[in-house]
């Protein structure tokens, strides 16, 4: 039921599926039974701990603004500090009896109230990915040459890196790898896809990651070797994540819908669409969500979302690996910590490693600033030593990540703080 | 209430600006907890070390503003809003463990802890820390305590009264007190158990840890009826096997939990009992044999025994679903918690499902087996006026039920705002007063979590006690004229402690042992009996208490200070005041989180803030280990137990013992 006080017009999203069927956010906000099992694991609130930072109070505020107790402004800086500091984590979805999408509903306010949580020129060029590709592609060229020309390094020298306009620059420097190389054109058999696929239709369909495009190549390698082959690619292919988390809905429903048509076009739609990027996956299989309210699409969406796989699914697992070394998996996702993909990993890694594949307690953090949990800019660190500690603690020697983002973040903090262990992606487990 | 600007001031340079929120969307997000009450502050101060907690009590109480402690805020009671306004102090951040002592099992730690954060920690050095609310993975150890809340291993453990050794406490006038469980005169921790924060706020936990038990086993068993499965309970308790958990459940909320959990519970059975023993290898297979007999005796029809981790984990995690399950179904979800002696189980649940039927409300009923506690979970909306009423309705009706049972209306969640109106119900006048005169002792200026447990217009609308008769109508009498004449009296017993030459109020009159209850396993005596005499009438039945068979009475045995270990077998008392009323509090329950706790508050407070006339207290079907007396301790006034004492007998009627002997 929808009290008539509401106000609903500001809405953008119109239903929110969850585990209970789909509901709108008034209702699904109202599920929140304030049991506060929530807070614990939150890794803002573990730093933070108090009401205005902790995921009952971004559930409650949002109540509080649908009911209009409220005049939500981004003037407010407590409100301000509930919408910035979620990571988007889902952590507290995942403790949640009632199963609420809390993260969803930061994003839902951010884009009620504009708030944009990256910096602009950042922003401007990851919107390139989708709408202009060849000039992101450009760009993002010319970034890697004047990195490699060491512009930065003496843009750091000069203090430039310390201006705030800037401080994103030397966070970006220092997450990518000392050298950066985009998978090389010619890796997948392109040319011939044509040919090869008339004899042979396609088994199905690899979309890589933008990370696995443009910084860690040996990724989208290792991914499509364990798929079924033949194997059609779609590189320089924008899924809409990116504009779903900052703000654009408008526009990331138009990348859907086109990816979506692309799909439905290549073998009537039947083909499985494969990942590497745990965040990718979420966002595809919420595309119901993303695009209710839009009748055309709703059942498109729905069917869209029927096809879409992580790698874990293609990830054999049927021999122990012999190392003694210890190895933890690093759950650093967008929206979600449990499913499919969450439970298929912790039990190749289980069979892979035996006892050494390490459990963690429900209250150990994982890294929230990983990939598009990139707005805690101020908190970072703190929770950053957390999670490294965490590993420390278990004397852990790999940490294998659901997404090439999480294992680029990881592996920057693991340099700084805890050089004997390095980052994975879980494809790479068996290596 | 208007904050005066020195105030903020004062507060901002003690806690730093950034601690002290003042903005209308910070106070909303502190007005509310798991309940239906809200109560929106004034201000908002995080606390982030123990130390400041003192300090800022005192600006407080220097500009007479009220103040409410809070930490996770997960409590179902509505006893951490703030109805009347004023500050609310954030303990969340103090969250360390400060020390753990493995070699004299104890742990200190600061209030904010998180329960489940301390058994993780304790888990790796073999021990664990008994009490186990079921939101332990969000509820703070200072919050447990201000509960009282205690959970499934409570028939067995105790609750969290009986894990407290020592506690750091700041009284509402900002002056900070180490209480211990060793010192003479009433048990102070006891009394600010379950107090809600309405007397002080504890800055500093000491608690008892215990080792892991060697052995666990689980156990899921079936009944035909729910009065066979609680009788199957009763039945094991006498032989002398006391369970780790004992959860039950009826067979709708069975069949939810399995459609959603999938833990192999049958779905055809009327009850289905969780349970789990746990000792040492040898003795757990006699314990299983017992128990296979006690459930063939009551007709069960299944028993399935979990035979490895992995089966364990899927019989509980059928438990653990219980509140998803419901959650699930409705935006909010009311656990409501009632406690009645375990006879009554049957009668009450059965009531129950009348009271949800006639309501037309959904709700599960889970409830603790061993101690008679059990908890329907309500599913409704609260956007749903209406609705809203009609659950508020039923849930009264259930309390009313349990009061009718010789229950009470809280075992484990606490009074709060929520069910501050039934404790009128629950308890006489003079026993309302009694809380209330206690609270004025320690909170004269009544600044720490006003309006809570206590209702404000009690003095109007709560019933008298019964009319007294016989002996205790005379020692009432003799109070009063006592009262009247502003003379002192000394209670005795066989006056062997503190011999006394004074006008003595004997309790040797009151000689009846009132009710041996071999269902609940309780006693219910008066406070004149000989020892001697109960310790072997008990044995006549077949029964054993922890009592020794020594000189002296059992009122004397409590009262003297010479038996603390009886305190936490005491579960029912009833005494006469300096005015010449009757209180009562608890009975034969197990768990009592209504009110102030008038056991721990007579206990060892040798008579002189009331005369004990009856104790209800536990027996045991197998011989258990007995108290030795400790010697007779000076009596040592501490300047709590004046307070008290001045607002409970002004007069002076009961006297301090040792100054008559004088």
Redesign the interface.
């Known amino acids: 039921m929808t009290s008539p006080k509401t106000d609903t017009s500001m809405h953008q999203l119109h239903q929110i599926h969850t585990a209970m069927g789909e509901r709108n956010l008034y209702d699904s906000v109202s599920y929140c039974n304030r049991c506060g099992m929530c807070a614990p694991v939150c890794p803002i609130y573990q730093i933070l701990p108090r009401e205005t930072t902790s995921p009952r109070g971004r559930n409650q505020l949002l109540r509080l603004w649908l009911e209009q107790k409220i005049k939500p402004s981004l003037a407010d800086k407590t409100l301000l500090a509930l919408l910035e500091s979620c990571t988007l984590c889902g952590r507290c979805k995942q403790m949640c009896a009632g199963d609420i999408p809390t993260a969803e509903h930061v994003l839902e306010m951010r884009r009620m109230l504009r708030l944009s949580v990256l910096p602009s020129f950042l922003q401007s060029f990851l919107q390139l990915r989708g709408s202009h590709p060849f000039l992101f592609s450009l760009v993002a060229r010319l970034g890697i040459f004047l990195r490699k020309v060491h512009l930065i390094q003496i843009m750091r020298t000069l203090r430039i890196t310390r201006l705030s306009a800037f401080k994103w620059l030397a966070r970006l420097d220092d997450l990518l790898p000392e050298q950066v190389v985009p998978l090389e054109r010619k890796f997948f058999p392109v040319v011939k896809q044509a040919a090869r696929f008339a004899v042979t239709p396609p088994a199905c369909i690899y979309l890589p990651s933008l990370e696995a495009e443009w910084i860690l190549p040996q990724l989208a390698r290792d991914t499509y070797k364990l798929l079924p082959q033949p194997v059609l690619v779609w590189r320089h292919t924008a899924s809409g994540l990116f504009e779903y988390v900052y703000g654009d809905l408008a526009r990331s429903r138009r990348l859907l819908c086109r990816l979506i048509e692309r799909h439905e076009r290549t073998e009537n739609g039947k083909l499985p669409l494969v990942t590497d990027s745990i965040d990718v996956y979420l966002f595809l299989t919420r595309a119901g969500q993303v695009l209710s309210g839009q009748p055309a699409w709703e059942e498109r969406a729905r069917r869209f979302a029927a096809q879409i796989r992580f790698v874990t699914d293609y990830l054999p697992a049927t021999e122990k690996v012999p190392s003694r070394q210890r190895v933890q998996l690093e759950c650093g996702a967008l929206f979600e910590r449990q499913g499919k993909p969450f439970t298929q990993a912790r039990q190749i890694l289980s069979t892979l490693f035996g006892k050494n594949f390490v459990q963690c307690s429900y209250t150990d953090t994982d890294i929230p600033a990983f990939g598009y949990g990139f707005t805690l800019h101020n908190r970072a660190a703190e929770i950053d030593f957390k999670t490294v500690a965490k590993i420390a603690r278990t004397k852990t020697k790999s940490v294998f990540t659901l997404s090439g983002l999480a294992a680029l973040e990881m592996n920057r903090l693991l340099k700084q703080f805890y050089p004997a262990a390095e980052a994975k992606h879980i494809v790479h487990a068996k290596r | 209430m208007l904050i005066p600007l020195e105030a903020k001031l004062a507060l901002k340079q003690e806690v730093g600006s950034s601690n002290v929120?003042t903005?209308?969307?910070?106070l909303?997000?502190?007005s509310?907890?798991?309940s239906l009450s809200r109560g929106k502050p004034d201000l908002?101060i995080?606390v982030e070390r123990t130390e400041q907690v003192a300090a800022i009590v005192k600006i407080l109480y220097k500009f007479h503003i009220p103040f409410v402690a809070r930490s996770?805020?997960?409590n179902h009671a509505g006893s951490c809003s703030a109805p009347s306004g004023g500050a609310i102090l954030?303990l969340?951040?103090l969250?360390h463990i400060i020390e753990i002592d493995t070699k004299n099992q104890c742990a200190w730690v600061e209030p904010?802890v998180?329960t489940?954060?301390l058994q993780?920690d304790l888990r790796p050095l073999g021990f664990f820390y008994a009490p186990d609310p079921a939101?332990s993975?969000?509820?703070t150890i200072g919050g447990n305590m201000a509960q009282n809340a205690s959970g499934a291993r409570c028939l067995k453990y105790g609750g969290t009264l009986d894990h407290i050794l020592a506690a750091e406490v700041v009284l509402p006038n900002g002056e900070t007190l180490l209480l211990e469980r060793k010192t003479t005169g009433p048990d102070w921790i006891g009394v600010l158990t379950g107090s809600e924060g309405t007397l002080g706020i504890v800055t500093r936990i000491k608690v008892k840890i215990l080792p892991l038990p060697v052995t666990v086993k689980t156990y899921l068993i079936t009944f035909p009826s729910l009065e066979s499965c609680v009788q199957a309970v009763s039945d094991l308790v006498a032989r002398g096997v006391i369970a780790r958990c004992m959860e039950a459940m009826d067979q709708l909320t069975a069949r939810a939990i399995e459609s959603f959990a999938r833990a192999g519970y049958p779905i055809d059975a009327q009850a289905v009992l969780l349970l789990e023993l746990d000792n040492a290898p040898e003795l757990l297979g006699q314990e299983e044999k017992i128990l296979q007999a006690v459930c063939r005796a009551n007709q069960a029809q299944q028993f399935i025994p979990a035979n490895n981790e992995e089966e364990r984990a899927r019989l509980w995690r059928g438990r653990r679903a219980a509140?998803?399950v419901m959650?699930?179904l409705a935006?909010?979800?009311l656990v409501c918690d009632g406690t009645v002696p375990r006879s009554q189980l049957p009668r009450t649940l059965l009531q129950v499902r009348e009271i949800l039927h006639r309501h037309q409300v959904k709700a599960s009923l889970l409830f603790h087996a061993g101690d008679g506690n059990f908890h329907p979970q309500i599913i409704f909306?609260?956007?749903?006026t209406v609705r809203t009423n009609q659950v508020r309705q039923a849930v009264h009706g259930i309390l009313q039920s349990c009061i009718e049972q010789g229950g009470t209306i809280s075992g484990e969640h606490g009074i709060g705002l929520e069910k501050r109106d039934r404790m009128i119900y629950l308890y006489s006048r003079a026993t309302l007063d009694l809380f209330a005169r206690i609270k004025r002792a320690f909170d004269p200026e009544g600044l720490a979590n006003p309006l809570k447990i206590i209702p404000p217009d009690y003095l109007k609308t709560a019933g008298t006690t019964a009319p007294l008769t016989g002996e205790l109508l005379q020692l009432s009498e003799q109070i009063k004229k006592a009262q009247q004449e502003r003379r002192s009296v000394v209670v005795t017993g066989r006056n062997l402690v503190f011999q006394t030459t004074k006008p003595a109020l004997s309790t040797l009159g009151l000689n009846r042992i009132i009710h041996i209850d071999l269902t609940n396993y309780m006693v219910m005596a008066q406070a004149g009996v000989p020892l001697h005499t109960l310790v072997q009438t008990l044995r006549s039945h077949g029964v054993y208490s922890v009592l020794p068979d020594l000189p002296g009475t059992l009122g004397g045995a409590f009262s003297s200070g010479c038996f603390p270990g009886f305190y936490a077998h005491v579960t029912g008392i009833r005494a006469l005041l300096a005015d010449g009323s009757s209180v009562r509090y608890g009975g034969k329950l197990t768990k009592n989180a209504a009110g102030y706790n008038l056991i721990r508050l007579f206990a060892g407070a040798q008579g002189t803030l009331g005369m004990v006339t009856e104790l209800t207290f536990k027996i045991y079907a197998l011989p258990c280990t007995v108290l030795s007396p400790l010697p007779a301790q000076p009596l040592v006034k501490s300047p709590l137990w004046n307070a008290v004492k001045r607002e409970v007998d002004p007069y002076n009627v009961f006297a301090w013992p040792q100054e008559e002997t004088r």
Do not use: F, M, W
């Open positions: 929120q903005d209308e969307l910070a909303l997000l502190n509310y907890d798991c908002v995080t996770a805020a997960t954030n969340a951040p969250n904010g998180i489940e954060q993780h939101s993975k969000a509820c509140y998803a959650a699930r935006p909010n979800v909306d609260e956007r749903d």
